[in-house]
Structures are given as C-alpha cells and as structure tokens.
C-alpha cells in the first residue's frame, strides 16, 4: 500500500485543479477567444492544505482496505509457503532415495519435480498480479472518493488550489491556518458512515 501515499499526493492536486479549471477558464472552446478567460490574481487566490499522512493515517476507508489488503496478502502468502515447502519436502525424498531408482525411473521423477516448480512459480506470479490489480482498484475508488469530497469541498468553500503536504515533500512552509487535514477527514469519514447532513459550518476554512 506504500503506492497509495504517492498517489494521493497527486490526487490533491489533481482534484482541486479541475476546480479552479472549471471556475475560471472560459466556456468558449474557440481558440480565438484565449484572451478573454477570466484571470485570477493573487490577491483572489484561496490556497489551503491537507497532510496526506495524516489523512491516510485517520481516513476510515484506507484504514478498512489496508487491513482487507494485507489480509488477503498474508492469506496468499501462506498458501504459497504451503506449497513450496510441500515441493521442497519431495525434492529431498527423491534426494534420498534417488539411489535405490532406475534411471527411467529418476527421470520420471525430475521431469514432474521440474513441471511442480514451474507451477509454483506460475502461481507466485498469478498472486502477484492479483494483488496489484486489487490494489490499483483500491487506488482508484481512493482517487474517486477524494477527488468527489474535494469538488463539493472546494466548490462550498471557495478554494481555487489545495496543496498535499506529507515529510520530504516540498512544501516547506504553510501558515496552520490553510490547514484543512481535519476538515477533509471528518468529512470523507462522515461520508462512510452514510452522513450525508455534514454541518457546513463545520467543514468551512477557518
């Protein structure tokens, strides 16, 4: 799940961007009318933040998926331990009693212990792509869920831009008022609790 940190730094922005797109740019696809979009100056910019460790840490959701995932890895991790260690133990048997075999009869042998490994390694890929592509759905119901918070989160509050900061980032400094961390996590969990009535006032830039 390392990969849904990362993701999530672009979905802050990402999200937030096609606010401040849809809000200001002109509806007017004709090329030539370029020079008349509505331009913002700083002065009209309203810029706030969210730590994306802070919210993956306390965002209800991540945390159920997380488990869920990890949970499924171990289970499939366990299973192909069983069988390689299923394998390992007829390797040394035939080692043991390769000796008291013919010659056609030791190849035998090799020749289903060679198809087994091959299986074995098979199945390790086959979970492994299992796993990713579970994991790449869970990025993008993340991506869907922070990106649809965010569009009615920014349309009621105005906000143009939403930086993601997280350690190392470079973000090297914000004034704790543009900090909307909490805001967003009480919100997108509300919404997994099936709290559609979220108190506006409760959600509003401080």
Same mark, same amino acid.
């Given at each position: ?11 802050l ?11 200001f740019?002109d509806?007017d696809?004709?090329a030539?009318?370029?020079? =008349? ?5 700083v002065?009209?910019?309203t810029?706030a &933040?969210v730590?994306?460790? #802070?919210? @993956?840490t306390? !965002?209800n959701?991540?945390?159920?998926v997380s ?5 499924k890895r171990?289970?499939?991790q366990?299973?192909?331990t ?12 035939y ?10 009869q ?22 492994s792509? =299992?796993?990713m ?9 993340? &991506?869907?869920?922070?990106? #649809?918070? @965010?569009?009615? !989160? ?5 906000l ?6 997280s ?14 961390t909490n805001?967003v996590?009480r919100?997108l ?8 009535t979220t ?6 830039v401080?």
């Amino acid at each position: 799940m390392k990969n849904l940190s990362l993701i999530l730094n672009g979905i802050l922005i990402i999200a937030v961007a096609f606010l401040y797109y849809d809000e200001f740019a002109d509806s007017d696809d004709d090329a030539n009318d370029e020079s =008349e979009k509505t331009e913002i100056s700083v002065e009209n910019l309203t810029i706030a &933040y969210v730590n994306s460790d #802070s919210l @993956l840490t306390n !965002y209800n959701y991540y945390e159920e998926v997380s488990k869920r995932l990890d949970e499924k890895r171990l289970k499939l991790q366990q299973e192909y331990t069983r069988r390689a260690e299923g394998l390992q133990r007829q390797i040394e048997d035939y080692q043991r009693t390769v000796n008291n075999l013919t010659i056609a009869q030791a190849r035998a042998v090799e020749e289903d212990l060679g198809r087994k490994r091959q299986n074995l390694m098979q199945y390790q890929e086959t979970i492994s792509q =299992e796993l990713m592509r579970e994991e790449s759905v869970i990025t993008q119901e993340l &991506y869907d869920k922070v990106s #649809s918070f @965010l569009k009615t !989160y920014g349309d009621e509050n105005n906000l143009q831009v939403v930086l993601t900061y997280s350690a190392g980032s470079g973000l090297l400094y914000a004034n704790d008022a543009l900090n909307i961390t909490n805001h967003v996590i009480r919100g997108l969990n509300a919404l997994e609790e099936g709290d559609s009535t979220t108190d506006a006032d409760s959600t509003a830039v401080q």
